[in-house]
Nanobody, 123 residues
Framework: QVQLVESGGGLVQPGGSLRLSCAAS????????MGWYRQAPGRQRELVAA??????????RYSDSVKGRFTISRDNAKNTVYLQMNSLKPEDTAVYYC??????????????WGQGTQVTVSS
């Protein structure tokens, strides 16, 4: 069974920084793209940032609202994806979810989600 476990959320003042981590574990055969989504109260879940696999070039993409402030990276040896968030704004407040496209041993590629971690930006 494959699991994604997130960490690093919390309360931060405007202009501050946080780093989210998401580690995948279990019977993993292969991983494609990994990414972060967020969902604020009363709003739909939206893509924040994503990174492709090394074999696909390791390219990144960001939502316009976080470009220049957030950086996504991955450590394939640790099956972990990170989100460095700088210059945080109150509108970044949301539950952040990790996502990964993973092929479990003996299975096919499927979508996996973390449990979510709360990020609150407030003075």
């Amino acid at each position: 069974q494959v699991q994604l476990v997130e960490s690093g959320g919390g309360l931060v003042q405007p202009g501050g920084s946080l780093r989210l981590s998401c580690a995948a574990s279990g019977s993993i055969f292969s991983m494609n793209a990994m990414g972060w989504y967020r969902q604020a109260p009363g709003r739909q879940r939206e893509l924040v940032a994503a990174v492709t696999s090394i074999t696909d070039g390791g390219s990144t993409r960001y939502s316009d609202s976080v470009k220049g402030r957030f950086t996504i990276s991955r450590d394939n040896a640790k099956n972990t994806v990170y989100l460095q968030m700088n210059s945080l704004k109150p509108e970044d407040t949301a539950v952040y979810y990790c996502h990964a496209d993973i092929m479990a041993v003996g299975g096919l590629f499927d979508d996996y989600w973390g449990q979510g971690t709360q990020v609150t930006v407030s003075s």
